[in-house]
């Protein structure tokens, strides 16, 4: 039995959405340069993995970016993670899980400004625990932090629903034990595809024994 509903938090809980950030970015030629600098650069990734603030990243994206853009990177690495609401919808699915007797958590690679987008995140307080990659060093979609994961919060994997946007962080929840399902921005679907999974009588994703297997 599925007792455990695992929320990834960006594009499924809410909305990062880089495009609008670039929006104070007029040039669309700029807009390119400003994303790769700081949202598509290694030390993006560092920032979710725990290894470097806010500092470092904006030190290394102005390193890449002519003088004339430094001012637009510093303000949208400053503000960009005080501009996430909820989707529509979502909050009726987190209180109608929650209502039913699921238990409720979040997993997200994300960097410690969580405590200002958690503010955004319906129900919060409903939730039974928080996993955040920024803390534990770990980052989707490798197994190794599903399995933290469980043993954070003294869960079997394969009692776990994982919601994701990202068809490898998916993987990498069935690479553990967990069963899934790839987020298309439809709180509706969640709901079918959790009921499916519950259904079944074998789970599809790979079992943990199998996982030498994989190429």
Same mark, same amino acid.
């Given at each position: 039995?599925?007792?455990?509903?695992?929320?990834?938090?960006?594009?499924?809980?809410?909305?990062?959405? #880089?495009?609008?950030?670039?929006? *104070?970015?007029?040039?669309?030629?700029?807009?390119?340069?400003?994303?790769?600098?700081?949202?598509?650069?290694?030390?993006?990734?560092?920032?979710?993995?725990?290894?470097?603030?806010?500092?470092?990243?904006?030190?290394?994206?102005?390193?890449?970016?002519?003088?004339?853009?430094?001012?637009?990177?510093?303000?949208?690495?400053?503000?960009?993670?005080?501009?996430?609401?909820?989707?529509?919808?979502?909050?009726?699915?987190?209180?109608?899980?929650?209502?039913?007797?699921?238990?409720?958590?979040?997993?997200?690679? #994300?960097?410690?400004?969580?405590? #200002?987008? *958690?503010?955004?995140?319906?129900?919060?307080?409903?939730?039974?625990?928080?996993?955040?990659?920024?803390?534990?060093?770990?980052?989707?979609?490798?197994?190794?932090?599903?399995?933290?994961?469980?043993?954070?919060?003294?869960?079997?994997?394969?009692?776990?629903?994982?919601?994701?946007?990202?068809?490898?962080? #998916?993987?990498?929840?069935?690479? &553990?034990?967990?069963?899934?399902?790839?987020?298309?921005?439809?709180?509706?679907?969640?709901?079918?595809?959790?009921?499916?999974?519950?259904? &079944?009588?074998?789970?599809?994703?790979?079992?943990?024994?199998?996982? &030498?297997?994989?190429?």
């Amino acid at each position: 039995m599925i007792r455990n509903v695992v929320f990834d938090m960006g594009k499924v809980l809410l909305d990062f959405n #880089v495009d609008r950030y670039l929006e *104070r970015v007029p040039e669309r030629a700029d807009k390119e340069l400003v994303r790769r600098a700081l949202f598509q650069s290694v030390e993006w990734v560092m920032t979710d993995y725990g290894a470097l603030g806010d500092e470092g990243l904006l030190q290394a994206a102005c390193r890449r970016l002519p003088q004339r853009l430094h001012a637009a990177a510093a303000q949208i690495g400053s503000t960009w993670y005080r501009d996430m609401p909820a989707y529509p919808g979502i909050g009726d699915v987190i209180a109608g899980l929650k209502d039913e007797g699921y238990r409720l958590y979040l997993l997200s690679n #994300v960097c410690r400004h969580y405590d #200002v987008m *958690r503010r955004s995140i319906p129900h919060i307080e409903r939730f039974d625990g928080e996993f955040l990659s920024c803390d534990w060093h770990l980052l989707k979609p490798d197994p190794e932090i599903f399995r933290t994961f469980c043993l954070r919060f003294s869960l079997t994997p394969a009692q776990c629903f994982f919601i994701d946007d990202q068809p490898a962080n #998916v993987f990498g929840a069935l690479r &553990a034990g967990l069963r899934g399902m790839v987020y298309h921005g439809d709180p509706a679907s969640i709901r079918p595809a959790l009921l499916a999974a519950q259904a &079944a009588e074998e789970s599809p994703a790979l079992a943990q024994g199998e996982e &030498a297997a994989l190429p």
